[in-house]
């Protein structure tokens, strides 16, 4: 039996093929149209996994646009998704770091994967993907050169978490001759203590970074520095609540 999740995030969509195992799965930016997304990436997945749309039994669908994609059986929202599909990528529970684009989560679970608490932060870009776009913008970078280009220590000192404050700073910082791996170490430190503002003492291990965020080598090691233990990354950290969604209508048939 096939089953799709499919997360339809503010930066990017993604798309999960389950059959008691990962069969497929796709990313796509999420553009103007999270609508035309969503749809794009299952037609994506389901073109790479070999399947058609009739294959599929059901189709769970999540993140902030889970409530206008085609074709979904049904509705569950990122956090629980999140939790679901982190404990299937680890088998175990613990203390989930969620960067996305727009906002950050962290989302404390039980031994079987199960929500015990979580915190957002979603009315403001501090900590987010956002924030490290911005800031990479502001230094000439993309972000993915963001995350290689990060010294390993003797960051600038970052004060705000304001993106607009904080861009200027970093604009101050580059106009006095600081150089960037440094305002990009600080940049990541300062992305970690937001983080572990949110992070309730003490921390429930592991620590799985997930989002797209995850991907940042000098943000794991910023935040592992900050929250002092092992920070995990799944081998593809932004399809994790897709995962979750799939495994979530996988079940939801089994007792249909």
């Known amino acids: 039996m096939l089953t799709a999740g499919v997360d339809v995030g503010s930066t990017s969509a993604k ?14 930016p999420t553009g103007w149209n999270p609508r035309e997304a969503g749809a794009c990436v299952l037609a994506e997945a389901l073109s790479r996994s070999g399947f058609a749309r009739s294959d599929v039994a059901c189709i769970v669908a999540t993140g902030y646009g889970r409530g206008i994609l085609p074709d979904a059986d049904r509705t569950v929202t990122e956090i629980t998704c999140q939790a679901r599909g982190i404990h299937y990528l680890t088998g175990r529970g613990g203390t989930i770091i969620d960067i996305g ?25 501090a900590g987010t993907g956002r924030f490290l776009e911005v800031m990479a913008t502001s230094l000439g970078l993309t972000v993915a050169e963001l995350g290689q280009a990060a010294g390993p220590d003797g960051g600038a000192t970052i004060s705000s978490m304001c993106t607009v404050f904080a861009e200027s700073e970093v604009v101050s910082l580059l106009a006095q001759g600081v150089a960037k791996e440094k305002i990009i170490t600080g940049l990541h430190r300062a992305v970690a203590r937001r983080v572990r503002s949110m992070v309730k003492a003490p921390v429930t291990s592991p620590v799985v970074l997930t989002g797209g965020a995850a991907k940042n080598a000098g943000l794991r090691r910023a935040i592992a520095t900050e929250l002092g233990v092992e920070v995990l990354v799944p081998p593809e950290p932004q399809i994790s609540a897709a995962v979750g969604a799939a495994l979530i209508a996988s079940e939801a048939e089994e007792t249909a």
């Open 101 to 125: 684009g727009q906002d950050t989560k962290v989302i404390t679970t039980d031994g079987d994967g199960r929500v015990v608490d979580f915190v957002m932060n979603d009315r403001c870009a």
């Open 15 to 28: 798309a999960v093929l389950f059959d008691g195992r990962l069969k497929a799965y796709a990313v796509r």
